[in-house]
């Protein structure tokens, strides 16, 4: 089992930055691609960042790109999301997920990809 805990939220303003970190334990050789994913209230699960294994591919969604950029720490198990210049609508529970296997039909940013997700955390940006 993989278990999945983020951290790094918090309320800030427009304009400021955050870092998100997300750590995984357990059997962390079956996490393959590891994501980023926000919902607001509301709304829909959206897929924000996620990162290949190996080389590291990276994906975004258009609403975040060159503001987010998503990364890892291999020995500390860990993954990042550093959010620059947030917007308001950023405001979200951010969620990590990871566990889409080799060869998913699903688009790296479809949350249905994914089978281990974390509890979230909260971002509030305020104007």
């Known amino acids: 089992q993989v278990q999945l805990v983020e951290s790094g939220g918090g309320s800030v303003q427009a304009g400021d930055s955050l870092r998100l970190s997300c750590t995984a334990s357990?059997?962390?050789?079956?996490?393959?691609?590891r994501s980023w994913f926000r919902q607001a209230p509301g709304k829909e699960r959206e897929g924000v960042a996620a990162i290949s294994p190996g080389i590291g591919n990276t994906f975004y969604a258009d609403s975040v790109k060159d503001r987010f950029t998503i990364s890892r720490d291999n020995a500390k198990n860990t993954m990042y999301l550093q959010m620059s210049s947030l917007k308001p609508e950023d405001t979200a529970m951010y969620y990590c997920?990871?566990?889409?296997?080799?060869?998913?039909?699903?688009?790296?940013?479809?949350?249905?990809?994914?089978?281990?997700w974390g509890q979230g955390t909260q971002v509030t940006v305020s104007s």
């Open positions: 357990g059997s962390t050789n079956s996490i393959n691609y």
């Open positions: 997920a990871a566990g889409r296997p080799y060869g998913s039909r699903y688009y790296p940013l479809d949350p249905l990809g994914y089978t281990i």
